[in-house]
Nanobody, 120 residues
Framework: VKLTESGGASVQTGGSLRLSCGVS????????MAWFRQAPGKEREEVVR???????RYADFVAGRFTFSRASAENAFYLQMNDLKPEDTAMYYC???????????????WGQGTVVIVSS
């Protein structure tokens, strides 16, 4: 399984972006999917995760601004980000977590990341 992110860009406060995570290799419903981010000088943090039943869990800082979705062909995932703030500036990573009857905390597969910059 290989993950490839795209869609990162530089936007102004209040703007929107849609990040994409392309999946090479069949994952079916074997993996939970997630987005993480890492801002300069900070630790990587989880943004959202989706289990194999498409149930999502968002970090508190998302506060209803982001939406995680799965493409119908299940070969891509999307993170729609609205009302972006300067504190959303970070490298965003797509990740896959092998489902073990639950979604584990540590991903098994990472993408290379895509940069989001939000200017005030």
């Amino acid at each position: 399984v290989k993950l490839t992110e795209s869609g990162g860009a530089s936007v102004q406060t209040g703007g929107s972006l849609r990040l994409s995570c392309g999946v090479s290799g069949y994952i079916g419903r074997r993996y939970c999917m997630a987005w993480f981010r890492q801002a300069p000088g900070k630790e990587r943090e989880e943004v959202v995760r989706m289990d194999i039943y498409d149930k999502t869990r968002y970090a508190d800082f998302v506060a209803g601004r982001f939406t995680f979705s799965r493409a119908s062909a299940e070969n891509a995932f999307y993170l729609q980000m609205n009302d972006l703030k300067p504190e959303d500036t970070a490298m965003y990573y797509c990740a896959a977590l092998e489902y073990l009857g639950y979604c584990p905390s540590t991903p098994d597969v990472w993408g290379q990341g895509t940069v989001v910059i939000v200017s005030s």
